[in-house]
T-cell receptor, first 109, second 114 residues
Framework: RKEVEQDPGPFNVPEGATVAFNCTYS??????FFWYRQDCRKEPKLLMS???SGNEDGRFTAQLNRASQYISLLIRDSKLSDSATYLC??????????FGTGTRLTIIP | EPEVTQTPSHQVTQMGQEVILRCVPI?????FYWYRQILGQKVEFLVS????????KSEIFDDQFSVERPDGSNFTLKIRSTKLEDSAMYFC????????????FGEGSRLTVL
């Protein structure tokens, strides 16, 4: 089983719609969780950390379900600029971040 | 806004040659990393560096790889004898004290081994 698993997509979503991605992780001892975004041929950029109680940052909401070992990202009122690959990232308490392969999102005008 | 800078942006080399990729992390950051991403694949951890020594490395980071912080600003990745499969985008990253997951990445150095 992959350490971090994501649906690669692509998700093609009309502007203004709500879209959600899930990610599962295999190590139950994983300690911290993040969503990064990566534009085509660019570097990953931190979008948000994911906290146990769930957290929101503007149009973005992240949730963590430790029992089921999954993390979700919800994007409301999607914008054209949200088009990117969204990377689910897990840390097991050491210096290494484990990245998923990413979910590609395209927002359609 | 402070940023991580990397040079070169693209390097083409022959198999067996040595390559040095350079990074200038954000000035008040203490933890430094190299990651790589083969085209179409996921971002993979190579090595972390703190307090002038390697703190962790992956199975990919074998004897062909080394890192150095030769002065107060640069952080380099050396590949001694490049292989075809070393072709990838190499990202340098840095962070402050605190969350190990909140990294700032450079724009990457694309390495093509022929």
């Amino acid at each position: 089983r992959k350490e971090v698993e994501q649906d690669p997509g692509p998700f093609n979503v009309p502007e203004g719609a709500t879209v959600a991605f899930n990610c599962t992780y295999s190590n139950s001892a994983s300690q911290s969780f993040f969503w990064y975004r990566q534009d085509c041929r660019k570097e990953p950029k931190l979008l948000m950390s994911v906290y146990s109680s769930g957290n929101e940052d503007g149009r973005f909401t992240a949730q963590l379900n430790r029992a089921s070992q999954y993390i979700s990202l919800l994007i409301r009122d999607s914008k054209l600029s949200d088009s990117a690959t969204y990377l689910c990232v897990v840390n097991n308490g050491n210096e290494k971040l484990t990245f998923g392969t990413g979910t590609r999102l395209t927002i359609i005008p | 806004e402070p940023e991580v800078t990397q040079t070169p942006s693209h390097q083409v080399t022959q198999m067996g040659q040595e390559v040095i990729l350079r990074c200038v992390p954000i000035s008040n950051h203490l933890y430094f990393y190299w990651y790589r991403q083969i085209l179409g694949q996921k971002v993979e951890f190579l090595v972390s560096f703190y307090n002038n020594e390697i703190s962790e490395k992956s199975e990919i980071f074998d004897d062909q790889f080394s890192v150095e912080r030769p002065d107060g600003s640069n952080f380099t990745l050396k590949i001694r004898s490049t292989k075809l499969e070393d072709s990838a985008m190499y990202f340098c990253a840095s962070r402050q004290e605190g969350s190990a997951g909140e990294l700032f990445f450079g724009e990457g150095s694309r390495l093509t081994v022929l």
